[in-house]
């Protein structure tokens, strides 16, 4: 199965934006690159998705590298609600495995 | 609006007593389902899914089994409890898009084993 490295955790300051990598390098063409988050005692929740073009939503953006081998999840404005673990999954098929992910803590 | 409740959110069990965790999806037909389970500290862990009625994938051996009744319910159960089963179990939904597969997750359920 193919797989994500992220680092273990990151620190931004409130109001600051944050740049949060993934690498896939034995990702495959079909292979869609997920971003969820999950806060404190609360399940996942979905972020952003993509394949192989940037993409922009309300929460954040998604930036793809060309060769499709590491993506950046990109949270313009930190908030302090933004603190949770972030994780970074490829969608290959009806079975997603979720890593360590990385912790974001935000400071005020 | 789909939705997907999960129960109950808390749960403390003995050592070798039965289990039953339940998961039921509105609003939408034919989901995949799937039941995580998430030690303390740790990624999530994959243990079932489902791609339709009496259709159950294991991922992971273990004293725990899933079966799914109905379209839209999900039931993870274990006839005797060990203490490695604490954690917090969460269970999820996507629509049969195999290519995006966005999942959505329920509240959890923290199961203690004491």
């Known amino acids: 199965d193919a797989k994500t490295t992220q680092p273990n955790s990151m620190e931004s300051n409130e109001e600051e934006p944050v740049h949060l990598p993934c690498n896939h390098s034995?990702?495959?063409?079909?292979?869609?690159i997920h971003w969820y988050r999950q806060l404190p005692s609360q399940g996942p929740e979905y972020v952003i998705h993509?394949?192989?073009s940037n993409v922009n939503n309300r929460m954040a953006s998604l930036a793809i590298a060309e060769d499709r081998k590491s993506s950046t999840l990109i949270l313009h404005r930190a908030t302090l609600r933004d603190a949770a673990v972030y994780y970074c999954?490829?969608?290959?098929?009806?079975?997603?495995?979720f890593g360590a992910g990385t912790r974001l803590t935000v400071k005020p | 609006s789909q939705t997907i409740h999960q129960w109950p959110a808390t749960l403390v069990q003995p050592v070798g007593s039965p289990l039953s965790l339940e998961c039921t999806v509105e609003?939408?037909?034919?989901?995949?389902l799937y039941w995580y389970r998430q030690a303390a500290g740790r990624g999530l862990q994959l243990l079932f899914y489902?791609?339709?009625?009496?259709?159950i994938s294991s991922e992971v051996p273990q004293n725990l089994s899933a079966s799914r009744p109905q379209d839209r319910q999900f039931i993870l159960s274990s006839k005797k409890l060990l203490l490695s089963d604490s954690g917090f179990y969460l269970c999820?939904?996507?629509?049969?898009?195999?290519?995006?597969?966005?999942?959505?997750f329920g509240a959890g359920t923290r199961l203690s084993v004491l």
């Open positions: 999820a939904w996507s629509v049969s898009d195999i290519a995006k597969n966005i999942q959505y």
């Open positions: 034995t990702i495959s063409g079909t292979d869609y």
């Open positions: 999954i490829l969608s290959p098929n009806n079975d997603m495995r």
């Open positions: 609003g939408t037909s034919n989901p995949n």
């Open positions: 993509g394949l192989t």
């Open positions: 489902s791609v339709g009625i009496g259709q």
